[in-house]
Structure formats: C-alpha cells, structure tokens
C-alpha cells in the first residue's frame, strides 16, 4: 500500500517539475537563438557601415584620373606620396590591408594591383605586399559579382563576410568601394579587408548570458512549482489515499478529513471520503444485524421444517407386516416448509384412513395451518365415524378459530382392508386417479363439498368405491396438475394420468416415482411453484385369500404372477406333484429350496420395474421317478446360470450374499438347463426323487 | 410360516426359530434381530423345530453373525439334517458357530 502511495507521488510531482524544465529550457534555446541571431545581423550592419566609411575616406586619397598612368610605369611623386598616405592610413585605422585593383572589366577574371598596403600585426596575418601591376585572378564568383555590381551598376559599397574561412585564415570582411575619375567614372575599386574578430568576441558573453540566466530560471521556476505542487496537490491526495487505505483496513469511522484544501475539487474529494465512510459503517452495521435476523430465521425454519416433516409418516414400507395393501407418499414443500399434508394411519385392524390435504398459500403460515388439520382429522378419525361426518366436524372446529381466513382441501378415505370397500368424502380437493384391475388409470369425478374452513355449517357427501386386488388409488395436490413449464403451459391431469400409465402395474413407489420424474422433465427445471405432494395406495386383496388356481390338482402347469406373495402357491403346486410320486423329506426340502431360489429369482428381477407371468411346470415320470421342473418368464433375457459361483471359503466379514440361491439349486439338483426361446426364459431343472 | 420365541436376559438372547425360514419370513425375523441385537453380546439361535431354510434365511444369519463377531459371539444350536445340509453346501458351516 505503501509503496503505491509513493509511485503516485514520484509521478505527479516529477511529470510536473520535468514538464517545467522541458519548456523552460525549449525556451531558453529558442530565445538564444532568435537573440544572437538578431544581435550577430545588427553587429554585422553596424561593422559593414564604419568599414564603408574607412574605404570612402581612403579613395580621398588616391587620384582616380591618374591610375593609368601608373601602370604604364610613371610612378611619379603623386603615387609615392599616396601610397605613403594609405600605409599610414592602414596603420591608423588597425585593418589587416587597403588595396587599389583595376579589374578587366571585360570578364571581372583577372584584375592588376595600384595600391597595396599590408598590416600584418592587427590580425596576426602574413600577407606580402603586391608590386604595381601585379597580375591575378578573381578570387571566386562572388568576388567578380561585386566587382561587376561596382563598376556597371553604379553600387556604392560591396561586402564579402568571411566569418568562417576554410583556408586557415582568419575571419574578416572585405569593403569594396569605387575609385571614380573626375568625371565620375568608375576607373578602380579600393578594398578593406578588416579583420572580423570583434563580431565574435563580442558574441561569446551575449550567449554565456542568455544560456545561464535561462538555467536559472528554469531551476527557481522548477523548485518554486514543485514546492507549490507538493502543498497544494500531492499532500491533500496523499491525505486521501492515507485515509482511504486505513478505512478498508479497519472498516471503523476515522477522523473526518474536513478541509483538506483550498481547491473546491479536493475539498469535494475529501467531503465524498468523509461521508462514504459514515455511510458503509451504519450500513455494514444495518447488514450485520440483518444477517444475524436472517440466519435465526433460515435455522427456525429449517427446524421447523423437519418438525412438519416428523408430523406425518415418511418411513416406507409404512407396514410391512401387512399384505393387504402397500402404500407409498411423498411430500416436495416449494419452500422449506409446505402447506400441503398427507397421512396415513389404521382406525382399527381392519380400517386403514388415507388423508391428502393442501392449505391455501405457502410458506410458514400454511404450514401452521396444516398441522392443525391434520392433527384434528387425525383425532378425530380414530374416534370413529364415516369421512362425511369427520370433514364436518374439522369445519366446524377450524371455522370457530380461523382468524386468518385460511382454508384448506382435503379428501379422506377409509378402505376396508378385508373387503377392499372405500368410503371418502371431498372437501373441495383434486379428482382422486383410480385404476381398477387390468385397466388404465381413470380420474375419479367424485361430488365435491366446500372447503374446509371456508363456512360454517357445511356437509360432505361421502361415496363408496370397491377395490379388487390389483386396484390402484393416486391422490395428489395441485402441485401436481399445475406444475409450470417455462413457457407458462401447466402440466395438467393429462399427462398426470398418462404419466401414470405408463406404470399401471408399478408398486405404489414407482408410480410416484415416474410422475414426479414426468413432471421435472415437464417443468424443465423452472423453479418448483406450490408444494407437490403425493399418495399411492395398492390394493392387494384380503389377508386370507388364496389364489383359486391351488384347486386344481391335476395341473402339472400353473401360470400366474411373478410376485413374492405367490411363493407358497408355487410351493403347494411342486409339494403335489411330489406328493403323488411320494418322495424323501430329505429330497423335498432340497427341491424346495431350489424352487424358492428360481422363483424368488424371477418375481424381483426379471420384470422389474414392471411386473409380469411366470409358468411353472412340474412332472414325475420314469423309474427310478425323476422329476422335471420347468419355470418359464417374459422377463429380461438372463441366464441365471452363467453367473460366476459365491466363493464359500470366505470369513463372514467378506462373505456377500449374492448368487448364493442358484448356488444351492445348482448342488441340489441333478440337472440344469437354461435357454431363450420364443421372448422367454425357460430354466429346466431335473431331479431323482 | 415361522414362529419366533425370544428370551433377553442380561445381554444374552435366546430365540427359539419354528418353521420355515423363507423369502416370506425371513424379513420378520431380520426385523426381531434389529430391535434386540443392540446391547446383546451372547446370541443363541435355537433351529431345533425349524424345518427349512432359503438363502434369504442365510441373509439375515449372514448379517446377525457380522453384527455379533463386533459385539460378542453367536451360536447356533440343535439343528436338524436338512438345514445342517443347506449350511454345509453354502460353506455357512465354517462362518457360522454350530454345536
């Protein structure tokens, strides 16, 4: 955290104080340039005039009307004592040389000298003096353009500038003037060459000057913003930064930064700090209490979900012990706990009372409702009397106390196990689904009465159903028929009943089973609305009932369902057929076994989840008397005699149960057979009695 | 059918089996044994009058003898030839306790 804070600083105020310098230096540069520019041109005019003067002074001195006649040779008075005049004229004025040239004006190439005076201790030089009449050529291009502009073109002063010569020697100017005749004619040109030493020295300080002072500027300006800077910008952030770092650390109110600067942006920084940390803490202070609110809540209603759960059977097989019937439920509250119910329980040994209710609304509410119903019917049913007159009594007692204004659907039956008749009453609850025997599931459009709590002074009808065993009653919730795919389409009693249908014959679970399954592939995992609740009953006939089939002796083929209940039909049906051959104890029991093993076999697995036939066929012929068994089922090819034996030399902890069945068939009988014909397995077993 | 006489004295249980020991019973017998094995260290199973047993019999002994060897020991007593058969194919003679 640290750290960062002096990356941020190192950034503002050196990017600032950098872009101080930068410009200042820039401008520094610029403003020496564009000075000693100016100066160097201002320099240069005021050296070309003076120079200009000293030539003019010096063609005073010669006598233009003469210069021929010089060079022809006559170097009279008049040319010593000029010549005299220009060396002590060079002297005086401190110029390098003063020299006369008559120029071939025919190309300005070659040019002859008059006069010629050298000073070679102004400037340090070693120029040698020109003879009169000393030949040479023009310089360069330059030099012959002056030229020409003198003598044609009426030009008063030429100048060449040599500030940097090439060829060793050193800078200077050459002032060119025209020497006339008396009748103003232009017969020579008078040359200065003056040495330019002065532009440059006189240079040098004007920069030093200019340069230092712009340093200087450019460190005081510098210090001075960066001083400002740090004050006015870096410490007030700093401030902030300092402060916010130490509120996400603590989460705890600070000192208020208050007015940290002058500057109505950081004031409204620090202002935004101050009040956003006052904000949080309350707030995190309001989201604490809320969170401790709602984990009380989530742990009651969890409790209280299990409670409600605990208050209606939800162990299965309910009864084990009973054979008349099986019976399966199931309870899917939309939230943790549901207004719906369903019970279960014997009025006495014979009477079995099925309740399936659902209070209207959801939630905590509703749940209390529901165990108040439930209770009451409850009680009230073990007190005996006929659905009609329970329900009435149930609306009577919820309509004295219903504060709330609830009311709830309930539809009670009471079977009689030992004839299979149904009595139930409905208080406004969904269709019940019955199937009877061979056929399909059916809704039941039962006359409704009111709902219970709806008014007082309601009375139920009540109906009497008969059951045969194999009949199938499925109650149910709306849950159920209103389950809600996405597109908003509700799953409805169609496809509960062909859901239903779709296992007929199903125990009591797996019905249930498949109807929810076909409702979850409905809803496509939508969110679960209402509760689903769900009852399944199957009937299965009276305790005593035998299968009529037992009667009739002479059969040595018996056919019937592949059920466990129908094991000792199966039993008696091989004890005859021994019975008439007259076979040992011995051998009996182990014929036993082997049945029981093969026909257990067969009613759990073959059809499973379904159910289904299974022959049986049993013979004795021959002598010594061999008996043939046969059992023959629809069921799922298998062949239960490629399983791999139980190993029997195992210590009981390892020791697994499976297989061990057709192992003892297999040690018991003589012979074993098994083959898939025609979509039957047919297991043929034979025995010497 | 099967008929069960028990006797709990002390953590020593005695049950009494007559009848058959089949697919049907055997569950009744599995549900005596889960109520009372709990806190039983010496358990005796008398199969003097049981006439038959099927592997679901051997189920249910299977499951009482693994529970016995943690809290104490089984035997099985007076048991007639055909059931002593049954235990003797199925190797239950080696695992379980017979005098």
Same mark, same amino acid.
């Given at each position: 955290m640290k750290k960062k804070t002096e990356r941020v600083r190192a950034n503002l105020s050196f990017n600032i104080i950098g872009a101080i310098v930068l410009v200042h230096v820039l401008f520094g540069v610029l403003v020496s340039f564009l000075g000693f520019a100016s100066f160097t041109e201002a320099f240069k005019r005021e050296y070309e005039t003076t120079t200009y003067h000293m030539a003019d002074t010096a063609t *005073?001195?010669?006598? #233009?009307?003469?210069l021929k006649a010089y060079l022809a040779g006559e170097e009279t008075e008049e040319y010593q004592r000029s010549k005299r005049n220009l060396n002590l004229y060079c002297k005086k004025i401190n110029v390098s040389l003063v020299y006369v040239i008559d120029v071939d *004006?025919?190309?300005?190439g070659s040019f002859v000298s008059v006069f010629n005076s050298v000073n070679n201790e102004v400037d340090d030089s070693s120029y040698t003096e020109w003879e009169l009449g000393h030949k040479r050529n023009t310089t360069n291009d330059e030099y012959r353009r002056k030229y020409r502009a003198i003598y044609e073109q009426g030009s008063v002063c030429e100048t060449v500038y040599r500030l940097r010569p090439g060829d060793g020697a050193h800078p200077h100017i050459t002032t060119m003037v025209p020497v006339k005749d008396s009748a103003g004619e232009v017969r020579a040109i008078l040359c200065i060459q003056r040495p330019a030493r002065e532009i440059r020295e006189a240079r040098r300080p004007y920069l030093r000057n200019i340069a230092l002072s712009t340093i200087l500027l450019a460190l005081v300006s510098s210090t001075v913003a960066a001083l400002f800077i740090r004050k006015q910008f870096v410490a007030p952030i700093q401030k902030v930064s300092d402060e916010a770092t130490r509120f996400a650390k603590e989460n705890t109110k600070g000192e208020p930064l208050g007015e940290i600067s002058k500057f109505e942006e950081f004031a409204r920084l620090a202002h935004s700090i101050d009040t956003m940390e006052t904000d949080m803490v309350s707030y995190v202070e309001n989201l604490t209490t809320f969170t401790a609110d709602r984990e009380r809540i989530v742990t009651e209603l969890s409790l209280a979900g299990k409670i409600q759960e605990a208050s209606i059977p939800n162990e299965f097989p309910a009864f084990p012990d009973r054979e008349e019937f099986d019976i399966f439920c199931t309870m899917d509250p939309a939230r943790e706990v549901g207004g719906d119910f369903y019970n279960f329980y014997f009025v006495d040994d014979d009477h079995l009372a099925l309740v399936i209710g659902d209070v209207s609304g959801k939630g905590i509410p509703a749940a209390l409702f529901m165990m108040v119903t439930n209770i009451l019917i409850s009680d009230r049913t073990r007190m005996g009397g006929n659905p009609a007159e329970i329900l009435r009594f149930v609306n009577e007692e919820i309509c004295a106390h219903n504060e709330a204004e609830m009311f709830v659907t309930v539809w009670l039956g009471i079977l009689e196990l030992s004839t299979g008749k149904l009595v139930a009453a409905n208080a406004g609850h969904e269709y019940p689904a019955i199937r009877h025997a061979d056929g399909a599931f059916e809704l039941l459009r039962d006359k409704h009465g009111f709902v219970i709590g #709806?008014?007082?002074g309601v009375t139920y009808r009540e109906y009497e159903l008969q059951l045969a065993p194999g009949d199938r009653i499925f109650v149910y919730t709306d849950g159920v028929p209103e389950a809600t795919a996405p597109d908003n389409t509700m799953f409805g009693t169609e496809r509960m009943l062909a859901a239903l249908n779709e296992v007929p014959t199903g125990s009591p679970e797996q019905i249930l089973k498949k109807v929810r399954s076909a409702v979850d592939d409905f809803v496509k995992g939508a969110e679960q609305f209402d509760d689903l609740t769900m009852l399944c009953l199957e009937y299965k006939g009276a305790k005593a009932q035998e299968e009529t089939l037992m009667s009739e002796t002479n059969k040595t083929e018996l056919t019937l @369902?592949? @059920?466990?209940?129908?094991l000792d039909t199966v039993q008696s049906f091989v004890a005859e057929a021994l019975e008439r051959a007259g076979c040992p104890l011995r051998t009996q029991m182990q014929i036993e076994v082997a049945v029981e093993e093969i026909f257990v076999n067969i009613a759990q697995y073959a059809y499973a989840p379904e159910t289904g036939d299974v022959t049986v066929f049993a013979e004795v012929s021959g002598d010594p008397a061999v008996l043939t068994l046969r059992f023959s089922d629809g069921g799922i090819p298998y062949d239960p005699l490629a399983r791999q034996d139980p190993d029997i030399g195992l210590p009981a902890e390892e020791r697994?149960? #499976?297989g061990l069945g057709v192992y003892m068939t297999k040690q018991f009988m003589d012979e074993l057979h098994y083959e898939y014909r025609d979509g039957r397995n047919v297991l043929t077993m034979k025995k010497t009695l | 059918m099967l008929t069960i006489n028990k006797t709990i004295e002390d953590g020593k249980a005695v049950f009494t089996l007559e009848g058959r020991l089949d697919t049907t019973t055997a569950p009744m017998l599995e549900k005596e044994l889960k109520e009372a094995l709990p806190g039983v260290n010496d358990l005796t199973l008398d199969f003097a009058d049981l006439e038959y047993i099927s592997s679901a019999g051997l189920r249910v002994l299977l499951a009482a003898q693994k529970i016995m060897n943690r809290q104490g020991q089984m035997k099985i007593v007076r048991v007639n030839e055909i059931v002593r058969e049954v235990f003797d194919v199925t190797g239950f003679s080696d695992i379980l306790t017979i005098l």
């Amino acid at each position: 955290m640290k750290k960062k804070t002096e990356r941020v600083r190192a950034n503002l105020s050196f990017n600032i104080i950098g872009a101080i310098v930068l410009v200042h230096v820039l401008f520094g540069v610029l403003v020496s340039f564009l000075g000693f520019a100016s100066f160097t041109e201002a320099f240069k005019r005021e050296y070309e005039t003076t120079t200009y003067h000293m030539a003019d002074t010096a063609t *005073t001195l010669v006598n #233009g009307d003469h210069l021929k006649a010089y060079l022809a040779g006559e170097e009279t008075e008049e040319y010593q004592r000029s010549k005299r005049n220009l060396n002590l004229y060079c002297k005086k004025i401190n110029v390098s040389l003063v020299y006369v040239i008559d120029v071939d *004006t025919s190309d300005y190439g070659s040019f002859v000298s008059v006069f010629n005076s050298v000073n070679n201790e102004v400037d340090d030089s070693s120029y040698t003096e020109w003879e009169l009449g000393h030949k040479r050529n023009t310089t360069n291009d330059e030099y012959r353009r002056k030229y020409r502009a003198i003598y044609e073109q009426g030009s008063v002063c030429e100048t060449v500038y040599r500030l940097r010569p090439g060829d060793g020697a050193h800078p200077h100017i050459t002032t060119m003037v025209p020497v006339k005749d008396s009748a103003g004619e232009v017969r020579a040109i008078l040359c200065i060459q003056r040495p330019a030493r002065e532009i440059r020295e006189a240079r040098r300080p004007y920069l030093r000057n200019i340069a230092l002072s712009t340093i200087l500027l450019a460190l005081v300006s510098s210090t001075v913003a960066a001083l400002f800077i740090r004050k006015q910008f870096v410490a007030p952030i700093q401030k902030v930064s300092d402060e916010a770092t130490r509120f996400a650390k603590e989460n705890t109110k600070g000192e208020p930064l208050g007015e940290i600067s002058k500057f109505e942006e950081f004031a409204r920084l620090a202002h935004s700090i101050d009040t956003m940390e006052t904000d949080m803490v309350s707030y995190v202070e309001n989201l604490t209490t809320f969170t401790a609110d709602r984990e009380r809540i989530v742990t009651e209603l969890s409790l209280a979900g299990k409670i409600q759960e605990a208050s209606i059977p939800n162990e299965f097989p309910a009864f084990p012990d009973r054979e008349e019937f099986d019976i399966f439920c199931t309870m899917d509250p939309a939230r943790e706990v549901g207004g719906d119910f369903y019970n279960f329980y014997f009025v006495d040994d014979d009477h079995l009372a099925l309740v399936i209710g659902d209070v209207s609304g959801k939630g905590i509410p509703a749940a209390l409702f529901m165990m108040v119903t439930n209770i009451l019917i409850s009680d009230r049913t073990r007190m005996g009397g006929n659905p009609a007159e329970i329900l009435r009594f149930v609306n009577e007692e919820i309509c004295a106390h219903n504060e709330a204004e609830m009311f709830v659907t309930v539809w009670l039956g009471i079977l009689e196990l030992s004839t299979g008749k149904l009595v139930a009453a409905n208080a406004g609850h969904e269709y019940p689904a019955i199937r009877h025997a061979d056929g399909a599931f059916e809704l039941l459009r039962d006359k409704h009465g009111f709902v219970i709590g #709806g008014m007082e002074g309601v009375t139920y009808r009540e109906y009497e159903l008969q059951l045969a065993p194999g009949d199938r009653i499925f109650v149910y919730t709306d849950g159920v028929p209103e389950a809600t795919a996405p597109d908003n389409t509700m799953f409805g009693t169609e496809r509960m009943l062909a859901a239903l249908n779709e296992v007929p014959t199903g125990s009591p679970e797996q019905i249930l089973k498949k109807v929810r399954s076909a409702v979850d592939d409905f809803v496509k995992g939508a969110e679960q609305f209402d509760d689903l609740t769900m009852l399944c009953l199957e009937y299965k006939g009276a305790k005593a009932q035998e299968e009529t089939l037992m009667s009739e002796t002479n059969k040595t083929e018996l056919t019937l @369902a592949a @059920a466990l209940e129908n094991l000792d039909t199966v039993q008696s049906f091989v004890a005859e057929a021994l019975e008439r051959a007259g076979c040992p104890l011995r051998t009996q029991m182990q014929i036993e076994v082997a049945v029981e093993e093969i026909f257990v076999n067969i009613a759990q697995y073959a059809y499973a989840p379904e159910t289904g036939d299974v022959t049986v066929f049993a013979e004795v012929s021959g002598d010594p008397a061999v008996l043939t068994l046969r059992f023959s089922d629809g069921g799922i090819p298998y062949d239960p005699l490629a399983r791999q034996d139980p190993d029997i030399g195992l210590p009981a902890e390892e020791r697994d149960i #499976g297989g061990l069945g057709v192992y003892m068939t297999k040690q018991f009988m003589d012979e074993l057979h098994y083959e898939y014909r025609d979509g039957r397995n047919v297991l043929t077993m034979k025995k010497t009695l | 059918m099967l008929t069960i006489n028990k006797t709990i004295e002390d953590g020593k249980a005695v049950f009494t089996l007559e009848g058959r020991l089949d697919t049907t019973t055997a569950p009744m017998l599995e549900k005596e044994l889960k109520e009372a094995l709990p806190g039983v260290n010496d358990l005796t199973l008398d199969f003097a009058d049981l006439e038959y047993i099927s592997s679901a019999g051997l189920r249910v002994l299977l499951a009482a003898q693994k529970i016995m060897n943690r809290q104490g020991q089984m035997k099985i007593v007076r048991v007639n030839e055909i059931v002593r058969e049954v235990f003797d194919v199925t190797g239950f003679s080696d695992i379980l306790t017979i005098l």
